[in-house]
């Protein structure tokens, strides 16, 4: 989801949701791993997978994972539908 504009504390969010709370870890994990190798950029989740849902602020994007409860709990997509949704999987 692009924020550019507006928000000022990022730029995109990343949400995904995960089936378990091995799946949201292991989402998390691999992201910071990818970014890290990728971009030389440090990131530390925040937040417990049992709790059904883990952030990752990598600064300037931030990824959301959800437990599927969570993520229709929160609704960040409608949150903040000023924003832009650039891609849509399911």
């Known amino acids: 989801m692009d924020l550019q504009g507006v928000v000022s504390f990022t730029d995109y969010f990343v949400?995904?949701?995960?089936?378990?709370?091995?799946?949201?870890?292991?989402?998390?994990?691999?992201?910071i791993d990818l970014a890290r190798e990728k971009h030389q950029?440090?990131?530390r989740?925040?937040?417990e997978a049992s709790a059904g849902w883990v952030i990752v602020d990598f600064s300037n994007v931030i990824l959301h994972v959800f437990a599927p409860e969570q993520r229709a709990y929160y609704n960040l997509e409608e949150l903040w539908r000023e924003g832009k949704?650039?891609?849509k999987l399911q």
């Open 15 to 31: 949400i995904c949701t995960g089936s378990s709370d091995r799946m949201l870890n292991a989402l998390a994990d691999g992201a």
């Open 41 to 43: 950029v440090k990131a």
């Open 45 to 47: 989740p925040q937040g």
């Open 85 to 87: 949704t650039l891609l």
